[in-house]
């Protein structure tokens, strides 16, 4: 798990949270329900207006993944791959198909047996490639959706603290009861900048790095599957397989 989202959201809030107290303001003055019914709800709505349902619930059901994910490593699949084509330069591909059983990629796992099948290099390249780009069209969506949401957010915000001024400038006869109205009328435009900046953004950012990195380990192991394939030296794949990712992704294979 990487705790980055949630701990920034925390460090987020907390922030405000420590910035009111040292203003004096307290916290339950932005706890209104009225202008966080309005934001939050208002937002989804206008989520769901700009695009499908079935968006909104793939983009829903992506948090749990935006929140506790563990980054992947390009590198990961490496020493796997490089294993692989040692059996495979020794044995034959045909040997590896008891391998694909104990594969826990899927992706490396179905090109692998579309490779032991006999697939032909350029079918290959082509099938793997099409899987990189449904996963990114797919990922694009939910991350797409929540920056949507961050783009609404701000303006619903506004829009509830132009109605709460409406009901303001309906007591204009009563002065004494003007300042906490005029206050809890910028509360809904509080709440919109802050979930679009706190929530909404940084959500659709961690879905669209966490894609980014799954893809390119993807792309790390198309080039592994077809220099296997075609029978490469394992240490050349290594070097190969190396040589397009940052040392820091690197996983060592295990002794």
Known sequence: ????????????????????????????????????LLV??????AGLAGGMLKDAIHSFK??????????????????????????????GLLALEDETRDLEDE???????????????????????DRIE????????ASGFFNALGGYAPTIGIIGTV????????????????????????????WGILSANMIWLP???????????ECAQMEVTLEGLLALQSGANPRMVNDRLRSLVPASEIVEAAA
Not at 9 to 28: C, K, S
Not at 134 to 141: G, I, L
């Open 1 to 36: 798990m990487d705790p980055a989202t949630i701990l920034g959201l925390v460090i987020a809030f907390a922030a405000v949270i420590g910035a009111m107290t040292l203003e004096g303001t307290h916290l339950t003055s932005i706890l209104l329900p009225g202008p966080m």
């Open 40 to 45: 939050f709800v208002g937002t989804i709505g």
């Open 62 to 91: 992506q948090l749990p993944r935006a929140l506790t994910s563990k980054a992947p490593l390009q590198g990961a699949t490496i020493p796997t791959i490089v294993g692989l084509a040692d059996r495979a330069r020794r044995e």
């Open 107 to 129: 992706f490396l796992k179905g090109g692998l047996i579309a490779a032991i099948d006999g697939t032909d290099p350029e079918d290959l390249r082509t099938l793997l490639e």
């Open 134 to 141: 449904t996963k990114r069209s797919q990922d694009k969506v």
């Open 163 to 190: 109605v709460s001024l409406v009901h303001v400038l309906e007591n204009l006869t009563e002065p004494g009861s003007l300042g906490p109205l005029i206050a809890a009328a910028f509360v809904a435009t509080l």
């Open 203 to 213: 959500l659709g950012s961690r879905l669209k790095r966490l894609s980014d990195l």
